[in-house]
């Protein structure tokens, strides 16, 4: 193999340049170039220089991460080097949020220290409730979240102290806490519901579980089948590397804000239909779609562009999400329990035809892990317009370890991209009485 370097020649001048290539864990997956090396190619002294046009950032490296590897040809998730089925299988969701935020799995004593910490951090300021109750009853969890997390940041002005390693653990701990609870009390409050404080008995998904349904009785008890299977599910949406959301955690983090306003950033990100909203988007699709034999008419539409068919497509994965896999057998565990949901059936036959159909086999679209998800909350129970904030809840420790890694990365510094001017060149003002 030759040097590791481009030789780039701009034909405009004839001249010649050699720009190092730079690579990451695999010498086939993530070479890159620094594009500040494309500056220095310029038609004059005056010239700004070359810039990488990319928009949506399809083939742009915003940072280099040593915590989520995804490997879309191939269908490979790991967090931290763990293989996502291994731990969906044998790890738990605040294990999981120990790995993917401090880069090693945790000793017993480690994550019984840190099981504590988060357990104890659950309460929420009793102020908060007075402007849950300020929302309409029908106000969307989602919503809500976006403004409950922000304002979480008005009763910790510590957190602001985004330097200090110290303080941003006691945030970690708090924000990791605290969003099943802002969660639980915005559906307890669509409901007209008294909230339900948390359980410090009970393991983290139980306890939300607690919060969300507990009624007269005095001590709510999770059934094990569905409390196990939503921590496999908060598992499976830890992190995903540089989504939509992580990018609005870090591009936001990187003005120094607190991760409060940052987290409530990263929420309204995900909030979108494209993103972690399609959940929502999946079951609503799946119920219009009504029956198995209403399926060829609802892929008509989508072939001609009047409809998404959500939960399939992925901007990395050109092969099945290894979530999605895992969330379709989760789901046969969880009907054991719940009896069956029949729009499994239709998301089953849907998912066949997609799969077999040249529209959807050319454009490499496969389930992803918004496919099956919703087909589960709804059966254990959720309102369709929890689901994305369920997702939130899962999403939380990747945003943070996202936040924390650009705030330690040397090469990092306050996002502000640059763009391609193609606007009008210089012109004085035109006052009214002569503009037509
Ligand atoms: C998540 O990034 C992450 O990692 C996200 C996530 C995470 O864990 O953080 O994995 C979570 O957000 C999963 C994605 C959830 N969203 C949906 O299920 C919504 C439906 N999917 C699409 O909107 C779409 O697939 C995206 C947004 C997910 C990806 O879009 P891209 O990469 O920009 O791809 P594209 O829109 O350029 O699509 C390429 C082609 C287009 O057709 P042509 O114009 O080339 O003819 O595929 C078509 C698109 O029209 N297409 C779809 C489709 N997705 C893409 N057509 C019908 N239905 C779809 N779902």
Redesign the pocket.
Known sequence: MGKDTLTITDNRTGKTYEIPIQYGTYPTYGASIRTADLRQIKVSEGDFGLMGYDP?F?NTASCKSTITF?DGERGILRYRGYPIEQLAERSTFLETAYLILHGELPTRKQLDEWTYHITHHTMIHENIKKFMDGFHYDAHPMGILVGTVGALSTFYPDAKDIRDPADRKQQIFRLIAKMPTLAAFAYRHSLGMPYAYPDNDLSYAGNFLNMLFKKTELKYKPDPVLEKALDVLFVL?V????????NAMRSVGSSHVDPYSAVAAATAA?YG???????E??LRMLREIGSKEKIPEFIKK?KT?E???????????KNY?P?ARIIREIARQVFTVTGPNPLLDIAIELERIALEDE??VT???YP????YSGIIYEAMGFPVDIYPVL?AIG?TPGWLAQWQEMLTDPDQKIARPRQVYTGSDHRDYVPIELRR
């Open positions: 949506a399809m995804i949406h992190d995903h590397e540089q989504n939509c959301s992580a995900l239909p494209l993103h972690g909203g399609a959940n988007a999946v989508v562009r409809a998404l068919l959500m939960g399939f497509g992925h901007r990395i994965y999400d979530r529209f959807f454009r490499r679209l992803n892990v918004d496919f997702f999403r």
